[in-house]
């Protein structure tokens, strides 16, 4: 099994976007399933990275922005809250903001916070193999060996990589 540093130099963010590119379209599926609260998580960060000097952004500013109900913005903002991921405060000039640079974020730490699994397989969570038959499935090394290259990816690309883009510039698009 590839871990480290031995993973992040065999499959570098292009390699690993065009393998699971053709393999999706070989399939006609996908090796992961964000679901909406995570894209809108990524939403919502990207909304206060792009407007750092406003301060603390109220909710009903990053809803109108991005077009979110403020009710399923609610629960995504206090998720992040928890995991330390913005600060808020209260009040007339009260919302939420950044409490590090863009480039201190890894999009693993935002969807890992709002996703319940972001695992390809449901007999594996967290990292953790949680499978009757685990012993005796053949698949399961295979299963572990992909959401560990998968979280090593989203690991590896910040909050500034997609603002900027500059990170995918110049590489071909698998359609």
Known sequence: ???????????????????CCMAAQKKGGVFL??????????????DLAQHPEDGYIS????????GISMKY???????????????STRGKDGGYKLNRGPGDYSVGDILR?????????AC??????????AAGCMTVPMWKELDDITNAYLDTVSLEDLLTGAKWRGQENCN
């Open 113 to 121: 916070c709002i996703e319940d699994n972001l695992a390809p397989v």
């Open 73 to 87: 913005l609610e629960m995504i903002v206090g998720n992040l809250k928890k995991a330390r991921l913005v600060d």
């Open 59 to 66: 909710l009903k500013t990053i809803a109108d922005r991005q």
């Open 124 to 133: 594996i969570k967290a990292g953790s193999i949680n499978c009757e038959n």
């Open 33 to 46: 399933n964000v679901t909406s609260k995570g894209r809108y998580a990524l939403r919502v960060m990207i």
């Open 1 to 19: 099994m590839l871990t480290g540093n031995k993973m992040k130099a065999r499959f570098s963010a292009a390699k690993l976007a065009k393998f």
